[in-house]
């Protein structure tokens, strides 16, 4: 069993910069690939960016290519979105997710999920 943690939203200017964590659990963090999804309101669940067990390769949605980077520290138990050159269309509740197929964009196949933590970027 894994739990996630995400922390690190807030409110931030377009072009601005934050930084989202999510810390898991459990002692075969680095068996999961992890993922980053996004859902704003109204919206459906979209697929941001996800990073395998090694951390060696990853994937990003076109949406975020550029601006946004993925990363894990697995002896933390931790990964990471560096989000830069943020835009309104950012706005979001920003969720991580960890599952064991790499890689991989449908939220269906993830088995854990945290809570959320909400991304607003104002004009």
């Known amino acids: 069993q894994v739990q996630l943690v995400e922390s690190g939203g807030g409110l931030v200017q377009a072009g601005g910069s934050l930084r989202l964590s999510c810390a898991a659990s459990?002692?075969?963090?680095?068996?999961?690939?992890m993922a980053w999804f996004r859902q704003a309101r109204g919206m459906e669940r979209e697929f941001v960016a996800v990073?395998?067990?090694?951390?060696?390769?990853?994937y990003y949605a076109d949406s975020v290519k550029g601006r946004f980077t993925i990363s894990r520290d697995n002896a933390k138990n931790t990964v990471y979105l560096q989000m830069n050159s943020l835009k309104p269309e950012d706005t979001a509740v920003y969720s991580c997710?960890?599952?064991?197929?790499?890689?991989?964009?449908?939220?269906?196949?993830?088995?854990?999920w945290g809570q959320g933590t909400q991304v607003t970027v104002s004009s």
């Open positions: 997710a960890g599952g064991l197929r790499f890689p991989n964009k449908s939220p269906a196949q993830y088995n854990y």
């Open positions: 459990g002692r075969t963090f680095s068996s999961y690939a």
């Open positions: 990073i395998s067990g090694s951390g060696g390769s990853t």
